[in-house]
């Protein structure tokens, strides 16, 4: 059984749209982590949340990106306008356990297309 | 810059042979390993864990780790055309972040 669920798998958009991807972990988790994949490319990470805050981000999680938790359950990406260069898979991720030696379960992703 | 190294491949093994897929790494400070399986258009799935120096085995796979030498390896034994696929070698220190190599890709041939 998946750690966590992603909607929508696909989501295709117009340049400058904004755009919401959403995580549902299945159970409470305190650490989660978004990463992004461009086609072809490494996976990158974008930001981490834990306890509802934000607390570490890259320089690719720039003012376009946000991250929240509006129900305490799920967990959101939202980019404000996309550019081209936004397409890619995003993936959420989330830790099993409490220790620092954690093992880290990806969700399904969500395949992004602007155009 | 903290990075994760591998060989992107094509890396190819006939089928029933150990494959061997070796990662290096920068950031000394990094205290656990993973190797990811990922298959085309789906997401990074965990396979191998470790963060401690030696071997750990599961199945027919083992993962192997020097911090010394900052090297990381997962071996794959008797491997099936199901083991194609890209691997991931991926490091973090504690609960952060994890830093991703760019995969090393894997045919085994039957």
């Known amino acids: 059984e998946p750690e966590v669920t992603q909607t929508p798998s696909h989501q295709v958009t117009q340049m400058g749209q904004e755009v919401i991807l959403r995580c549902v972990p299945i159970?409470?988790?305190?650490?989660f982590y978004w990463y992004r994949q461009i086609l072809g490319q490494k996976v990158e990470f974008l930001v981490s949340?834990?306890?509802?805050?934000?607390?570490?981000k890259s320089e690719i999680f720039d003012d376009q990106f946000s991250v929240e938790r509006p129900d305490g359950s799920n967990f959101t990406l939202k980019i404000r306008s996309t550019k081209l260069e936004d397409s890619a898979m995003y993936f959420c991720?989330?830790?099993?356990?409490?220790?620092?030696?954690?093992?880290?379960?990806f969700g399904p992703g969500t395949r992004l297309t602007v155009l | 810059q903290k990075e994760v190294e591998q060989n992107s491949g094509p890396l190819s093994v006939p089928e029933g042979a150990i494959a061997s897929l070796n990662c290096t790494y920068s950031?000394?400070?990094?205290?656990?390993f993973f190797w990811y399986r990922q298959y085309s258009g789906k997401s990074p799935e965990l396979i191998m864990f470790?963060?401690?120096?030696g071997d750990k085995e599961d199945g027919r796979f083992t993962a192997q780790l020097n911090k010394a030498s900052q090297y990381v390896s997962l071996l794959i034994r008797d491997s099936q055309p199901s083991d194609s696929a890209t691997y991931l070698c991926?490091?973090?220190?504690?609960?952060?972040?994890?830093?991703f190599g760019t995969g090393t890709r894997l045919t085994i041939i039957p």
């Open positions: 991720a989330l830790n099993r356990g409490g220790s620092s030696y954690n093992e880290q379960f």
């Open positions: 159970s409470n988790h305190l650490y």
């Open positions: 950031d000394r400070g990094s205290q656990s």
């Open positions: 949340f834990y306890n509802n805050e934000i607390s570490e």
């Open positions: 991926a490091v973090r220190r504690g609960n952060e972040k994890l830093t």
């Open positions: 470790i963060y401690s120096n």
